[in-house]
């Protein structure tokens, strides 16, 4: 951290910290976010702008609900599971929701073994969040599959509004591709850390450049944000 | 360890990661009672916003490790979608403009 960083003086490896440090940054000659490197930058303004992607999603789906003077399905009835002759309400997104939080503690924890440089556990704990990311995926197909049994179409569904089947294929496919893609990249990662690479500071088949532990945070940040992304999409599309 | 920075990277206790992950699953639960509880009205909307936004504060500040970054960078990412809410009010009150005209010009059938 760098609180306890003040104004430049003499060295000019300290920078100003709170709206000075702002300023300074944002102002700077050089690259802005200083301290920051550009690979976890360029990672958070490529989240920045997923941000915007799914916003527009959610947006187009609060204007269909809003605007249609069909009643639109009640999720909570949609997607109930009955269990042992009972009817439970949500159940299969609550259990999917607890397994995509489960992946982003693995992570979380992956991301400091990392930085500790502590290979196998990072990369166990790597492999425990692709196969958790895994399981939502699978859970995610078992829930599409029912519900096209049912008869949802992204023009038609049984219980009204027809806008509620294009909804639900776009927001619900969208982001299960960013996990089926995150899963993908937590593999390649877990076997790089794995293998070593960033201890031997071996150079990559594809920048050729040697990668480094931060790697993982990086990877992290992009899981972080798919559960992230999830929260809204369990608040606004299942619960709302 | 709060020292650490750029090179040693992002290095808090493990405990701490438990205690989100536990609080993200209460939560989660939280949110879930709301519904299986039948809850309505606008204590429902307002129990899931404020769970929802708890919950995505957790994972930003602490996960993703938000609390730590420098300034400039927390600006630039967490202002620019504050703006979707602008977004929101526009389509808000467009979709209440096309559902009136929807009532009055198709007599709300299909």
Redesign the interface.
């Given at each position: 951290?760098?609180?306890?960083i003040e104004r430049p003086t003499s060295n000019p490896h300290l920078r100003p910290?709170?709206?000075r440090?702002?300023a300074a940054?944002?102002s700077s000659d050089q690259r802005?976010?200083?301290?920051?490197?550009w690979g976890k930058?360029m990672m958070?303004?490529f989240?920045?702008s997923d941000?915007?992607i799914f916003?527009c999603f959610l947006?187009a789906y609060?204007?269909a609900r809003?605007?249609?003077?069909?009643a639109w399905p009640n999720p909570?009835e949609v997607f109930a599971l009955t269990i042992g002759g009972e009817e439970i309400?949500?159940i299969l997104i609550?259990i999917m929701?607890?397994v995509l939080?489960?992946s982003?503690?693995t992570?979380?924890?992956a991301?400091?073994f990392?930085?500790?440089h502590d290979r196998r556990k990072t990369a166990a704990l790597m492999l425990a969040t692709a196969v958790l990311g895994a399981t939502f995926v699978g859970m995610q197909a078992f829930e599409w599959t029912k519900l096209i049994r049912e008869g949802v179409r992204p023009w038609e569904n049984p219980w009204g509004a027809a806008q509620f089947g294009s909804s639900f294929f776009m927001i619900t496919g969208f982001h299960g591709t960013h996990v089926s893609i995150g899963v993908l990249f937590l593999l390649i990662m877990a076997r790089k850390v794995w293998r070593g690479d960033f201890d031997q500071e071996r150079r990559g088949f594809f920048t050729s450049r040697k990668g480094h532990?931060?790697i993982v945070?990086i990877m992290?940040?992009y899981w972080?944000?798919v559960?992230?992304v999830w929260?809204?999409i369990?608040?606004f599309f299942?619960?709302? | 360890m709060?020292?650490?920075?750029?090179h040693?990277?992002?290095?808090?206790p493990?405990k701490l990661?438990?205690v989100?992950?536990g609080l993200?699953?209460v939560l989660?639960t939280f949110?879930?009672l709301?519904?299986?509880l039948g809850i309505q009205g606008y204590l429902r909307?307002s129990l899931?916003?404020l769970?929802?936004i708890l919950?995505?504060g957790l994972?930003?500040a602490?996960?993703?490790?938000m609390a730590?970054?420098?300034?400039?960078?927390i600006?630039?990412?967490l202002f620019?979608?504050v703006l979707?809410l602008v977004?929101?009010a526009l389509?808000?009150s467009?979709?209440?403009y096309?559902?009136l005209t929807?009532?009055a010009f198709?007599g709300?059938?299909?």
């Open positions: 951290m760098t609180e306890s910290v709170g709206l440090g702002v940054d944002l802005a976010f200083k301290n920051v490197s930058a958070w303004i989240l920045l941000t915007f916003g947006l609060m204007t809003m605007s249609t003077t069909i909570s309400p949500l609550a929701t607890f939080i489960s982003s503690g992570m979380a924890m991301v400091n990392g930085y500790r532990y931060e945070e992290g940040l972080h944000f559960d992230l929260v809204f369990f608040a299942y619960l709302w | 709060a020292q650490a920075q750029a040693s990277g992002q290095q808090h493990i990661y438990m989100v992950w993200l699953f989660s949110s879930y709301v519904d299986y909307w899931i916003l769970f929802m919950k995505a994972i930003v602490i996960f993703m490790h730590w970054e420098r300034l400039a960078l600006y630039a990412i620019p979608p979707i977004f929101v389509m808000a467009e979709s209440h096309t559902v929807r009532l198709l709300g059938g299909p």
